[in-house]
């Protein structure tokens, strides 16, 4: 991988994803979801390399990402919801801290919605924006993994 490569240059056979979404406002999390299925697909993803995992609410995400990365059996988590403000803040803090901890990339797609729900509407670019690109990050961040580690390895073994 070079530098300035995007997910549209990077390949991705032999990679599986995990999403964790929500059931609260799942109106909203569904077209997050679908627009990041749409970004996988697009970059080759096979549907079958997918595994959806459906939390009770945002506040159970931390966990389920932690444990999904760290099965070593995805390639990269990707998270989707949507809630309140303050409560996203802390789920950003605690997939970070999630990610921070494991081998595989977790990605962030949470989206604070705005405190009247007929404004819910008016947020559906964003989510369709966010869920794309969350797919795009999860499959650059895996390559770029990829990456490192075959040099290092590489380097471990280079005769000189």
């Known amino acids: 991988m070079t530098i300035g490569q995007t997910a549209e240059h990077i390949r991705t056979t032999h990679q599986r994803y995990c999403i964790i979404i929500t059931r609260e406002n ?3 999390t569904k077209i997050m979801l679908h627009h990041t299925m749409d970004a996988l697909h697009l970059h080759e993803v096979l549907q079958e390399d997918t595994t959806i995992l459906e939390v009770p609410s945002l506040k159970e995400m931390p966990f389920t ?4 990365s760290n099965s070593k059996h995805y390639s990269a ?3 989707l ?4 403000d303050a409560l996203c803040s802390e789920v950003e803090r605690m997939i970070i801290q999630a990610c921070l901890q494991s081998p595989a990339p977790v990605v962030s797609g949470i989206v604070a ?3 009247k729900p007929d404004t819910h509407a008016m947020i559906e670019k964003e989510l369709i924006s ?5 797919a795009e990050t999860a499959i650059e961040m895996v390559n770029i993994l990829r990456s490192i580690r075959i040099e290092t390895i590489q380097d471990e073994y280079s005769i000189d």
């Open 130 to 134: 966010r869920g794309s690109t969350a």
């Open 81 to 84: 919801g949507a809630s309140a």
């Open 77 to 79: 988590v990707i998270c």
């Open 26 to 28: 799942s109106d909203l």
């Open 65 to 68: 990402a932690h444990a999904a």
């Open 113 to 115: 919605l705005p405190g």
